[in-house]
């Protein structure tokens, strides 16, 4: 029997309309949340995602304030900037747009954003308060991963397999600072792409999760029967047959792997509307906890 197809556009929809009856009860109590975002530089792509964030929020009722900062734009500027979204009372997220340009420094960057107003997940306490099953903001792809599978009815992983081709600090190892906790209880390999032999380990995954950017990677003699498959690959492989010449796959082969596995994720609309949309839900959480606070 074909995979169950983990539809990310249906249940960010549903996710969006649940974040909307939350905006209009924090309304009631004059409290709009508001989304601020950092960008430096011209980078086409960053541009673009930036853009999509702001439609995004602004479909939900999430206020946003993007600030587009030249290339030359310097550190010190730049961490007095975000600063003043710290203390700003009307902000509720920050989010600085990645990646750089070369003469900052990420770390020292990322570290600048209040906690609070974290969306994004990687400031070092976020980072550390995930580890320890704390609450805390964490990235929003792993984030979205955890919601799609708990509103798909996989979230009970005690006991099973998972494991992650990926160990960045975006997808692989806050995935992974989840998915170990003692209310998932899931047991979890980090690997490498370039694993040898990584096919000995995601034939054992009960959970499956790829994201290394490289097209159709995960072939069915990878993968064992009945696994959830997550694919979190963006990969543009030539295609005449369409307009443009070309389309989107994953890292998963997607039609032999449905065949095998017991649920996956499409490429595109999987994973990815997930991603937008719990960024918009860390907003609108930090607004409701920073509102109770005041």
Request: proline share 6%; net charge negative; glycine share 8%.
């Amino acid at each position: 029997m074909p995979a169950v197809i983990l539809d990310g556009r249906r249940i960010s929809r549903e996710m969006r309309q649940e974040l909307s009856a939350r905006i209009e009860v924090l309304s009631r109590n004059a409290v709009i949340p508001m989304l601020a975002g950092i960008i430096v530089g011209d980078d086409a792509g960053s541009a673009s995602y930036v853009r999509l964030k702001e439609k995004a929020a602004a479909e939900v009722g999430i206020l946003s304030e993007m600030q587009h900062l030249p290339m030359d734009y310097t550190q010190k500027d730049l961490l007095a900037r975000i600063g003043e979204l710290n203390r700003r009372l009307d902000v509720h997220g920050i989010f600085v747009q990645l990646p750089l340009p070369p003469q900052f420094n990420e770390d020292v960057v990322l570290a600048a954003v209040s906690p609070a107003k974290d969306v994004d997940g990687f400031h070092p306490e976020s980072v550390g308060r995930s580890w320890l099953g704390q609450e805390a903001f964490v990235p929003a792809t792993p984030a979205g991963i955890m919601e799609m599978l708990r509103r798909s009815g996989y979230g009970d992983l005690r006991h099973r397999h998972a494991v992650i081709v990926n160990v960045d600090n975006l997808v692989g190892k806050p995935l992974a600072a989840l998915l170990c906790q003692e209310n998932v209880g899931a047991n979890v390999t980090l690997c490498h792409p370039d694993t040898p032999g990584l096919a000995d380990w995601t034939r054992q995954a009960d959970l499956l999760v790829v994201a290394a950017n490289r097209p159709r990677f995960i072939t069915a003699d990878m993968v064992k029967g009945g696994v959830i498959a997550v694919d979190f690959g963006a990969n543009y492989v030539e295609d005449t047959s369409t307009q443009q010449g070309y389309r989107l796959v994953g890292d998963i082969d997607f039609e032999p792997v449905k065949e095998k596995a017991g649920a996956i994720t499409p490429v595109p609309g999987g994973v990815g509307p997930m991603t937008v949309t719990m960024l918009l839900a860390h907003t609108v959480g930090a607004a409701e906890r920073l509102a109770t606070v005041a």
